[in-house]
């Protein structure tokens, strides 16, 4: 006789990052799309204006702000994830946490961005030990020591990210900021600083400390030399926005095309 195979298939799970407007749980947080005006200035709705962007949420509750946060700092490190913007096991992203101000949220060490839900976030305190309250998972030592740094040298930074990007870490190598070269690039034009002395692997806090200071106030980005690129913005509202990221990834990328093509080989800052 015969051996006969069956399949069972099953529609997937709908995976929910925000809630729908019809949903019950919307009402969580209050509609400020009158004040997104960057939203609202690239679109154009009805004749009676009632047809608008749905905006970024602001909301009464800080739990309900807080779980906002984590499911889009999940959704940012799929993003990177699909991108492929993460190596292995390094690269990290940190979250001032809305509520302990003093505690923000990473990813678990060895969990690749492509599979992190929010329910795998850690809530790390001021010195870096994994409190209650999130994932009871260890962190990465070196993710630590610098975001922790950040977050105290900058207390307008709610999210930090360090990524080790093929084309991040590439353009790196020349020791310059990221040029001028596409109207994307302009919004890092100026914005971006250079860390020439990078020691390595940071497991020391004076580490940290160099490349906060070599952040600096207003940059929002700052190229490790030979190593990767940091990027850091004010999240208060936004909650997360890979778009940054996404900005100065493609603009290395671009960079380094160019620079293969027109600049010579011995004005580059390879280290020896």
Same mark, same amino acid.
């Given at each position: 006789?015969? +051996?006969? %195979?069956?399949?069972?298939?099953?529609?997937?799970?709908?995976?929910? /990052? #925000?809630?729908? =407007?019809?949903?019950? $749980?919307?009402? +969580?947080? %209050?509609?400020?799309?009158?004040?997104?005006?960057?939203?609202?200035? /690239? #679109?154009?709705? =009805?004749?009676?204006? $009632?047809?608008?962007?749905?905006?970024?949420?602001?909301?009464?509750?800080?739990?309900?702000?807080?779980?906002?946060?984590?499911?889009?700092?999940?959704?940012?490190?799929?993003?990177?994830?699909?991108?492929?913007?993460?190596?292995?096991?390094?690269?990290?992203?940190?979250?001032?946490?809305?509520?302990?101000?003093?505690?923000?949220?990473?990813?678990?060490?060895?969990?690749?961005?492509?599979?992190?839900?929010?329910?795998?976030?850690?809530?790390?305190?001021?010195?870096?030990?994994?409190?209650?309250?999130?994932?009871?998972?260890?962190?990465?030592?070196?993710?630590?020591?610098?975001?922790?740094?950040?977050?105290?040298?900058?207390?307008?930074?709610?999210?930090?990210?360090?990524?080790?990007?093929?084309?991040?870490?590439?353009?790196?190598?020349?020791?310059?900021?990221?040029?001028?070269?596409?109207?994307?690039?302009?919004?890092?034009?100026?914005?971006?600083?250079?860390?020439?002395?990078?020691?390595?692997?940071?497991?020391?806090?004076?580490?940290?400390?160099?490349?906060?200071?070599?952040?600096?106030?207003?940059?929002?980005?700052?190229?490790?030399?030979?190593?990767?690129?940091?990027?850091?913005?004010?999240?208060?509202?936004?909650?997360?926005?890979?778009?940054?990221?996404?900005?100065?990834?493609?603009?290395?990328?671009?960079?380094?095309?160019?620079?293969?093509?027109?600049?010579?080989?011995?004005?580059?800052?390879?280290?020896?």
């Amino acid at each position: 006789m015969s +051996a006969t %195979i069956t399949e069972t298939t099953t529609n997937p799970v709908p995976v929910v /990052v #925000a809630a729908d =407007n019809n949903s019950t $749980t919307s009402k +969580a947080h %209050i509609e400020d799309a009158a004040n997104d005006r960057e939203f609202q200035s /690239v #679109a154009r709705g =009805n004749r009676a204006g $009632t047809l608008k962007l749905r905006g970024i949420p602001t909301f009464s509750d800080p739990v309900a702000k807080r779980q906002w946060m984590k499911e889009h700092m999940a959704a940012a490190f799929r993003f990177f994830g699909k991108k492929g913007y993460g190596e292995g096991v390094s690269g990290h992203i940190s979250m001032r946490d809305p509520i302990l101000k003093d505690h923000f949220w990473m990813n678990p060490f060895a969990k690749h961005f492509s599979t992190i839900k929010a329910s795998d976030l850690v809530l790390v305190d001021a010195e870096g030990y994994v409190t209650e309250g999130g994932a009871q998972l260890p962190i990465n030592e070196a993710g630590f020591m610098i975001h922790s740094e950040i977050h105290k040298a900058r207390p307008d930074v709610i999210a930090a990210a360090h990524t080790h990007s093929i084309h991040g870490k590439t353009w790196s190598a020349f020791g310059k900021p990221i040029e001028m070269l596409t109207q994307d690039a302009c919004n890092l034009y100026g914005k971006v600083s250079v860390y020439e002395d990078h020691g390595g692997i940071a497991l020391a806090q004076e580490e940290g400390e160099q490349i906060a200071r070599a952040l600096g106030k207003d940059n929002i980005a700052c190229i490790l030399q030979n190593h990767g690129v940091e990027k850091q913005k004010d999240m208060t509202r936004v909650g997360f926005e890979p778009t940054p990221s996404y900005d100065d990834q493609e603009a290395v990328k671009l960079g380094i095309k160019v620079d293969l093509n027109l600049t010579p080989w011995t004005n580059s800052a390879i280290l020896p």
